[in-house]
């Protein structure tokens, strides 16, 4: 124990020994406390800072005046056992031994404790002491297990959460594409939880831990070499580790002897700057090794306030008088009798110069840990400042105005603890935040030889976990080293990132960083590397063909440029060229006995429906709009329906003519020019009627087609209305029956004047090219649909053309001596062979 009295005292727990014996729990004895070993100079120089940093206080007229601070320092062992025990005599007083009443001997000498450096001994220590509201500030415990207040309600620490470390960790990971990382950690809360919370930020980002090794507290060689084993079967090049130098120590020894270099190595804050691991002998694995630690301080004074560290017999030396011991290799004539070895040690004369020995004690240029513990001194003397001052900050929370003499009570200083807000010498803010937390601020750190053999820690970039989402990672990636000398970061990937164009798959049983790459599917697209999944492209978009951009879809629909078009419109044209001829031939021979036998007056009125039935075939060429749907179907109902009726009225009039009894008779006169005009009139209104309604209810409209074919849009046009689609179509189609009927009744009627026969053989093509087009209208794709509607009323129409008006034009024109009223009349068997 290293103690100097004072006004008010501070207590302080450090792991001067980094091995402590277990205790032996028999429950059959008291267990001996036995004697810890492995001494630690750089703990030895936390303890020397807290020194340091009382007596700079105690100087300070501004800081506490006429109030001397003491303290009380004891080593913990970095052991459960020994800082519980530690601990318990902290609050004991010195002069009486650890009881079962130790609360009831009345307050603790204490005021507050500074420690400990495990997370393990600390959350034994601070669950123990938080009941009773005893201030425990600590400069090295990071576990987030920590930050339960329920649980540890007086804890306080001037050292980052590590939640705010792995937050770190992993934002550095995933800046160098590392989704394949192994771990090693230790038997701890600190691994444990550490690991633990990388395991699921790294998930979280796309990554996996490859392999979890735990190092027990004193491993054996097995234990070494199967963990040594798992790095060098891991396909992972990225090693994280949390644990101390001191527990690492022994399985890098093994890396190094198996030459297991081009690995990266992560360091958490326990070891990023220990200079046990910096030797020689770990240069070729450790050179390049990246790692999170503390923001470091400067404390001027420091370093020559260590160089005056000198063995004495004095009670308050006894941790001074081990450090010369192990830092010499000598032995102290007045330790003789504490000291226990069979080793054979030179004698000290206790004038050694500690400024001729290169040591961490001495080397104050990585000072992070140290300078926590000097701000935890400075937070404690600001609460008490404060608290002794009885300022309006007392006043505000109901606590009495002033407090007589220096009697006070822990949670008293535990309330301003919590509240403390300074700037101290090296100008940082030192606050906690509601869970007692510090400003997460640290130096990211690059392990590089310095060419004389040696290894420096050097400062490669920040991370500030209080910064905005995006600005807390500051890396400047040209200064950094890699392992082995490499000039680019290396690569630690289960399976290398999918390209452009193609999406991650899962392999059944395995981690999700290890996968195989399938393409995507037709209309989906990734156009990043290393896409979970395909996006599907927009209505009316299309994949490429390297799957990486969405295009426009290919719009398809019959135009007026494509040879099928311009084929149909040439038919259509000729067509409508053959009407006008038939139309200018039946004109000019009007007067002649075939053109007036066949009732001109329909014969013209039928070559121009005919006429509007090939222009109709035009709108249906072209890209589809609304009034050019609209048209299609009106322009084909009425246009039919007129020509049907026209044809219809041709039937009735030589049926008419025929059945009457007497030529001249009634009948004939009654269905004369008058009601035939009204008869086509009437029919063709009931079509004109039914387009209107369905024109008006729900008429056709275009539409944009994409399920015929990948990535095309088939421009169409929409019936609309179902039903008045079928309607219209089902009235033409019952016109052609009653006129095919009607016909068909009347063929063997006197062939001269029968026009019968044409009329059914006309129909009968009419039936066939619709029936046929049914099918092949519903089996063909795209704009071939259309061309089959198409084809069908030209076809159709050039049937009902050249059957009702080529054996006609024959004989005007070839053949006009039968062109005659007494050819038509005494010869009507010749009839039929132009007929």
């Known amino acids: 124990m290293l103690e100097v009295s004072g006004d008010i005292l501070i207590g302080g727990l450090f792991p001067l020994h980094f091995t402590a014996p277990e205790p032996n729990l028999s429950y059959v004895s008291k267990p001996r406390h036995g004697q810890c070993h492995g001494f630690d100079y750089r703990a030895f120089r936390w303890v020397q800072t807290m020194v340091f940093a009382i007596k700079e206080i105690n100087r300070d007229n501004s800081l506490l005046p006429g109030v001397q601070l003491g303290y009380r320092i004891l080593d913990s062992c970095d052991h459960i056992h020994t800082g519980l025990r530690a601990a318990l005599s902290l609050l004991n007083d010195s002069s009486r031994q650890v009881s079962t009443d130790l609360w009831c001997s009345g307050g603790a000498p204490v005021s507050a404790i500074i420690g400990l450096a495990s997370s393990s001994?600390?959350?034994?220590?601070?669950?123990?002491?938080?009941?009773?509201?005893?201030?425990?500030?600590?400069?090295?415990?990071?576990?987030?297990?920590?930050?339960?207040?329920?649980?540890?309600?007086?804890?306080?620490?001037?050292?980052?959460?590590?939640?705010?470390?792995?937050?770190?960790?992993?934002?550095?990971?995933?800046?160098?594409?590392?989704?394949?990382?192994?771990?090693?950690?230790?038997?701890?809360?600190?691994?444990?939880?550490?690991?633990?919370?990388?395991?699921?930020?790294?998930?979280?980002?796309?990554?996996?831990?490859?392999?979890?090794?735990?190092?027990?507290?004193?491993?054996?060689?097995?234990?070494?070499?199967?963990?040594?084993?798992?790095?060098?079967?891991?396909?992972?090049?990225?090693?994280?580790?949390?644990?101390?130098?001191?527990?690492?120590?022994?399985?890098?020894?093994?890396?190094?002897?198996?030459?297991?270099?081009?690995r990266q190595w992560v360091a958490s804050e326990a070891w990023v700057t220990a200079t046990l691991l910096s030797a020689p002998q770990f240069h070729p694995i450790l050179t390049g090794a990246l790692g999170f630690a503390f923001r470091r301080g400067s404390i001027p004074g420091l370093r020559d306030f260590l160089l005056q560290t000198r063995p004495s017999p004095r009670p308050e030396s006894i941790f001074s008088n081990i450090f010369w011991e192990e830092l010499f290799a000598c032995r102290l004539s007045f330790r003789e009798n504490e000291t226990h070895t069979d080793t054979v040690l030179p004698a000290c004369?206790?004038?050694?110069?500690?400024s001729t020995r290169k040591s961490i004690y001495t080397d104050v240029s990585q000072l992070r840990v140290s300078y926590n513990v000097y701000k935890a001194v400075y937070a404690i003397a600001h609460a008490l400042h404060k608290l002794l001052q009885c300022d309006h900050m007392a006043q505000a929370s109901g606590i009495r105005a002033c407090i007589s003499g220096l009697q006070f009570k822990h949670r008293e200083l535990l309330l301003y603890l919590k509240k403390v807000n300074f700037t101290n010498q090296l100008g940082e803010k030192v606050h906690f935040d509601s869970n007692g937390e510090p400003v997460p601020l640290y130096d990211i750190i690059n392990w590089q030889l310095d060419g004389k053999g040696g290894m420096t820690f050097e400062k490669v970039g920040s991370f500030d976990a209080s910064a905005p989402e995006g600005l807390q990672l500051n890396l400047d990636d040209e200064l950094i080293v890699w392992t082995g000398g490499q000039t680019q970061a290396p690569v630690s990937v289960c399976t290398e990132s999918c390209p452009p164009g193609t999406r991650q798959a899962t392999r059944t049983g395995e981690s999700i960083c290890c996968f195989d790459c399938l393409p995507c599917a037709d209309g989906e697209v990734s156009n990043r590397t290393g896409s979970t999944e395909c996006t599907k492209c927009p209505q009316y978009y299309w994949s490429n063909r390297e799957r990486v951009a969405c295009v426009a879809s290919v719009e398809e629909f019959l135009s007026f440029q494509d040879s099928m078009g311009i084929i149909l419109v040439a038919l259509s044209l000729l067509g409508v060229s053959m009407t006008q001829v038939i139309s200018v031939i039946f004109y000019h021979f009007r007067a002649t006995a075939i053109v007036k036998a066949n009732n001109s007056e329909l014969s013209f009125l039928l070559l121009q429906s005919l006429m509007l039935c090939f222009l109709c075939a035009l709108v249906f060429v072209g890209r589809p709009s609304e009034w050019s749907c609209w048209l299609r179907q009106v322009a084909f109902g009425v246009s039919f329906v007129l020509c049907i009726s026209c044809i219809l009225v041709k039937t009735i009039v030589v049926l008419v003519a025929f059945r009457s009894t007497l030529p001249g008779s009634s009948t004939v006169k009654l269905f004369g020019p008058p009601l035939q005009r009204a008869v086509i009139l009437t029919c063709t209104a009931v079509q004109v009627i039914l387009c209107a309604v369905w024109l008006v209810w729900t008429p056709p409209y275009p539409f944009k087609n994409t399920s015929y074919e990948a990535g095309k849009i088939i421009l169409e046009c929409k019936v609309g209305s179902t039903l008045?689609?079928?309607?219209?179509?089902?009235?033409?189609?019952?016109?052609?029956?009653?006129?095919?009927?009607?016909?068909?009744?009347?063929?063997?009627?006197?062939?001269?004047?029968?026009?019968?026969?044409?009329?059914?053989?006309?129909?009968?093509?009419?039936?066939?090219?619709?029936?046929?087009?049914?099918?092949?209208?519903?089996?063909?794709?795209?704009?071939?649909?259309?061309?089959?509607?198409?084809?069908?009323?030209?076809?159709?129409?050039?049937?009902?053309?050249?059957?009702?008006?080529?054996?006609?034009?024959?004989?005007?024109?070839?053949?006009?001596?039968?062109?005659?009223?007494?050819?038509?009349?005494?010869?009507?068997?010749?009839?039929?062979?132009?007929?």
């Open 349 to 354: 004369t206790g004038a050694e110069d500690l």
């Open 724 to 835: 008045g689609f079928y309607l219209v179509l089902g009235y033409i189609g019952l016109l052609s029956c009653i006129c095919f009927i009607l016909a068909f009744l009347g063929r063997k009627l006197p062939d001269t004047f029968n026009e019968a026969k044409l009329i059914t053989f006309s129909m009968l093509i009419f039936f066939a090219v619709w029936i046929s087009f049914i099918p092949a209208y519903h089996t063909s794709p795209g704009k071939y649909a259309v061309a089959v509607e198409i084809f069908a009323i030209l076809a159709s129409s050039f049937g009902l053309l050249l059957c009702m008006f080529l054996p006609k034009c024959y004989i005007i024109l070839l053949r006009p001596e039968r062109n005659t009223k007494k050819s038509l009349v005494n010869k009507p068997t010749q009839s039929t062979n132009w007929r």
């Open 121 to 262: 001994p600390t959350r034994a220590v601070a669950h123990t002491v938080g009941p009773f509201r005893i201030p425990m500030v600590s400069y090295f415990a990071t576990c987030a297990c920590l930050n339960n207040k329920e649980t540890f309600p007086s804890f306080l620490r001037t050292v980052p959460s590590d939640l705010f470390q792995v937050r770190g960790l992993v934002r550095l990971v995933s800046h160098f594409g590392w989704r394949w990382v192994g771990a090693v950690g230790t038997e701890d809360d600190y691994s444990r939880y550490g690991i633990q919370a990388f395991s699921e930020q790294l998930r979280e980002h796309g990554g996996c831990l490859a392999f979890y090794s735990i190092l027990p507290k004193t491993p054996s060689q097995k234990k070494i070499h199967q963990i040594a084993d798992t790095v060098e079967a891991s396909s992972a090049r990225v090693v994280i580790a949390f644990s101390t130098e001191g527990q690492l120590y022994e399985l890098l020894v093994e890396v190094g002897r198996r030459n297991l270099t081009g």
